[in-house]
């Protein structure tokens, strides 16, 4: 079906951010990102793209392929950048997992100097508005780690719904071991400033 569905636009607005498809020539801005976050990334997503990046030759490469995955439609990484300044935020992520349903998976993180100022929140609201209106999503899930405060309050800020907690469930990189938690969002459960028309 994903071959049937419209043009995606490759970019959008909020407030205060530019959320857009990473394109060729991001790899010094990608390479900087990475090695910002990386003590982060290692505590809560070891396998996050940005932490098998370890120059900015191999981050060049890394957008471009996250480029192509965007025009196959096989996944869509957002990169978050505050319009006042063009700085990179953080990044969402859109797995599509059922096409026919359709059913996506949203992931996302924000950047270590950025943190506490909503730009997360604000950045997958749009996204999620994004796949309900464009994409015509009936559901969105996410999973995170049980130990991530930050990313749990995003997900309840954004109207997710807890569906689930699998219980130690994963090793983290530095040894830990935690569990995950499951959220769900139906087109139902949308806050109404977020509520698309009728399909």
């Known amino acids: 079906m994903k071959t049937m569905l419209v043009d995606i636009p490759t970019g959008f607005e909020t407030e205060r951010l530019l959320l857009r498809c990473y ?8 390479f900087a990102a990475s090695q910002r976050n990386r003590a982060h990334l290692a505590r809560y997503e070891s ?3 940005l932490m098998g990046i370890h120059s900015e030759e191999e981050a060049e490469a890394a957008v471009r392929q996250l480029q192509a995955a965007w025009a196959a439609r096989d996944c869509f990484f957002l990169g978050v950048f505050e319009q006042a300044t063009g700085d990179w935020v953080g990044q969402v992520y859109v797995g599509p997992t059922d ?4 059913e996506f998976e949203i992931g ?6 950025y943190e506490g100022r ?11 508005q994004f796949l309900f209106e464009q994409l015509h999503a009936r559901r969105v899930s996410l999973r995170c780690d049980d130990t991530n ?7 309840e800020r954004c ?8 219980r130690e469930n ?26 698309p028309g009728p399909l």
């Not at 996302?108 to 100097?113: G, I, L």
């Not at 405060?149 to 997900?155: D, F, H, T, W, Y």
């Not at 109207?159 to 699998?166: A, F, N, P, S």
């Open 23 to 30: 394109r060729p020539g991001d790899g010094a801005l990608y």
């Open 47 to 49: 396998g996050n793209v």
């Open 99 to 102: 096409w026919d349903l359709p």
């Open 108 to 113: 996302y993180v924000a950047d270590v100097a």
């Open 118 to 128: 909503g730009y997360i929140t604000e950045a997958v609201r749009a996204t999620l």
């Open 149 to 155: 405060v930050r990313s749990r309050r995003v997900a």
């Open 159 to 166: 109207g997710m719904v807890l569906e689930g907690h699998l």
């Open 170 to 195: 994963k090793r983290s990189a530095d040894g830990a071991i935690t569990g995950t938690l499951c959220y769900g969002l139906l087109r139902s459960d949308l806050p109404k400033d977020l509520q």
